[in-house]
């Protein structure tokens, strides 16, 4: 039986090139978020646009940015201002469908967007931010959705904050509450924070307090009034003691998981990446 050989020819290549990124272009926006979100988020602004037209339009489009996770570049940015702007431009984006942020060093003015359009809202990760109480008393109703927050190091959140997200965000289930050793006045004893989340928090089930300044008496309201707590962590709590006779070591065993160790000296916070030259913020 004999063989046939089909010589392409350079103009019968380029053709077929030509159809196999028209093919590409044709792809439906949400099928090209797809493939998008797995490029991390400073790179698919700085890079897919330039690709076509409609990778551009995809990528200024909501379906890439239904979970907004920028928490890499902004420890390398370490820049508020430049966070903020940025986040504003990516919740535009999303057109107010964002159901998560991840996001380090938030400002006031990038919190306020957030909140402003963040109806769909369900998890909110913005540790180490500069967002205050006030902003958070003004803004929080507008998070109601709200079920995972981690304000880890956000210390101009106070016990005022934390009463604000506890009275308005009833499906929290999940909190993170840590503070380094470097913003901790170990020695200091204060349940207030504690004793606020016990108020305010009854339905939380996961729960990280690691080097908060509370007391066996205010971790004791926590266990005691918390009832769907499965997850407790409070490692370098210096001012709890487990060994003090009393129900406090018992009502822990009913908890799935418990975290705690004293803290170490050498304990300390975690250093900040050098700035880059990124122009997600653009």
Partial sequence: MSKTRRVVSGEENAVAVKDERGRWEDLNPEILALIFVRIPADEMVRKVPLVCKPW???????????????ADWCRRRNDSRVVDLAVGKLVRWSKCTFQRLSAYRLGNPG???????????????????????????????SLPNLKVLDISDCSKITVKGLEAFGNQCKSLVCLKRNMSTQRTCANLIDDSEAKMIAKTMSNIQQLELCYGRFSNAGLSEIVNNCKSLTHLDIDGSLNVNLKVE????????????????????????ESSGSEGNYDIED
């Fill in 56 to 70: 551009m339009e995809a990528v200024a489009g909501p379906y890439c940015w239904l979970e907004i996770d920028v």
């Fill in 246 to 269: 009393g129900d406090l070591e018992e009502s822990l065993q009913r908890i799935e998981y418990f975290a705690y160790r004293r803290p170490c000296i050498d304990d300390s916070d």
């Fill in 111 to 141: 919190f306020v967007i957030v909140a402003n359009r963040g109806k769909c809202l369900t998890v909110l990760q913005m540790p180490m931010s500069d967002v205050t109480d006030d902003m958070v008393l003004k803004h929080i109703t």
